[in-house]
Every structure is written in structure tokens, then in C-alpha cells.
């Protein structure tokens, strides 16, 4: 158990709807991450908090969107949704900003079908 | 820009036996940091194994241990006495100052009976 929680574990829904993925960081870290696992793009970096602000952007689409509340657990926005969309998505945590070397510890990931 | 590219799409090893996945990586960055993550079937993401950089010591954790080549920018992994639990699909990862992880596509380990 990583201690990094992500909800929900799955799901189903349809092409131009909104989902919000929630994810809450292990005790202690104060860096969020978010990544995204599909078949033809690999692990890609999506976006990262640290302590309730944003630090980088990787390849996040306009449609996407997240923040990081005071009490440090995290939303991933997902709009506008399309079959490409279709992806497993990964949050982590690590107690350090960028550039720490910290280790990231990952979350069990939401999968999200879009039918 | 930075790049992490692991050759080696599949492998597979004997129960008991040793087996080493490959990976290389490009940075102009001094201060980074390279790691190795182990995703099973469950596709959980697990941390194996951390390497910083600017240390020339290689990392070694109970079976898994690095052959870190800084010259070469080469960061292998090595499993001794390979376990039917180390069937998975094995990602290379670095990270600079963005702090955020580059990963390679992966190798897909299969460890046999």
C-alpha cells in the first residue's frame, strides 16, 4: 500500500461529459502528480501541485483542468470527453518540490472508459 | 529536452536466474534523478529502486541492484534469483529540476517456471 488514495477505481461514461478523479496524497507529501497511462502514449506527465499551487504543466489538454485544496488532496477535471480520452490515470505523491529527487509514490489509479 | 528510452520491449528469464533490463537517458540537467518502477498485472505503479545522478555508487535494493554508467548515460537494472512475482512490466524513469518523471515505454518481463 503506497498510501496515496485515488478515487473512484473505475469509470464508465460518455464521450462529451465531465468527470472529476479525486486523489489524496500520502501523509506528510506535500507534491501532487498526475499522470496519464494509455496504450499508444505511454506514461505521460499531465501536471503537479505542490502545497496548493502549480508548479509545472506537461502535456495537459485545454479541457483538463486540476487544483490542490488546503487540506492537500488533489481533483484531476476532465471535460468535453472523448474516445481518446480512454486511459488510466495515475496520481503521486512525494514530500519535496521539484527538483527534490524525492521519490513518487503512486496511487492504485482511476481507469476511465469512455463509451 | 530530456528523453528516457529502454530498448528492450519483452524479456523473459528462468525462476531462479539473473536477468538485466536496459535503459538509457539524456538530460542536460546535473542534478537528476533516475528510477526504476515495477508494474504487475494489478497495474500498480511500485517504486523498485532510486538512483541520484551525481553519485557514483550504484543503488542496490535486497535483489535489485542499478549498473549506473554516468559517461554512457546508461541505467540498467539487474533482478538476481528472479521470483515468479517479478513477472511485470518494469518502466525506467527520470527526474530533473520540474520534478515531474519522464518514462521510458517499458519492458515487459516475464519470469518462467
Known amino acids: ?3 496515496v488514495t485515488q478515487t473512484p477505481k473505475h469509470l464508465i461514461t460518455a464521450t462529451g461529459q465531465r468527470v472529476t478523479l479525486r486523489c489524496s496524497p500520502r501523509s506528510g507529501d506535500l507534491s501532487v502528480y498526475w499522470y496519464q497511462q494509455s496504450l499508444d502514449q505511454g506514461l505521460q506527465f499531465l501536471i503537479h501541485y505542490y502545497n496548493g499551487e ?3 504543466k506537461g502535456n495537459i489538454l485545454e479541457r483538463f ?3 490542490q485544496f488546503p487540506d492537500l488532496h ?7 470527453l472523448e474516445l481518446g480520452d480512454s486511459a488510466l490515470y495515475f496520481c503521486a505523491s512525494s514530500v519535496g518540490s521539484q527538483g527534490s529527487g524525492q521519490p513518487q509514490h503512486f496511487g492504485d489509479g482511476t481507469r476511465l472508459s469512455i463509451l | 529536452a530530456q528523453t528516457v528510452t529502454q530498448s528492450q520491449p519483452e524479456m523473459s528469464v528462468q525462476e531462479a536466474e539473473t536477468v538485466t533490463l536496459s535503459c538509457t537517458y539524456d538530460t542536460s540537467e546535473n542534478n537528476y534523478y533516475l528510477f526504476w518502477y515495477k508494474q504487475p498485472p494489478s497495474r500498480q505503479m511500485i517504486l523498485v529502486i532510486r538512483q541520484e545522478a ?6 542496490t ?3 535489485f541492484s542499478v549498473n549506473f554508467q554516468k559517461a554512457a548515460k546508461s541505467f540498467s537494472l539487474k533482478i538476481s534469483d528472479s521470483q515468479l512475482g517479478d513477472t511485470a512490466m ?8 520540474q520534478g515531474n518523471l ?4 517499458g519492458t515487459k518481463l516475464s519470469v518462467k517456471p
Open chain 1, 65 to 67: 483542468s486540476a487544483q
Open chain 1, 1 to 3: 500500500d503506497s498510501g
Open chain 2, 54 to 59: 551525481y553519485k557514483q555508487q550504484n543503488a
Open chain 1, 54 to 56: 502549480e508548479r509545472a
Open chain 2, 61 to 63: 535494493e535486497n535483489r
Open chain 2, 90 to 97: 518494469y518502466f525506467c524513469a527520470g527526474g530533473g529540476s
Open chain 2, 102 to 105: 519522464i518514462f521510458g515505454k
Open chain 1, 74 to 80: 488533489s481533483e484531476l477535471n476532465l471535460s468535453s
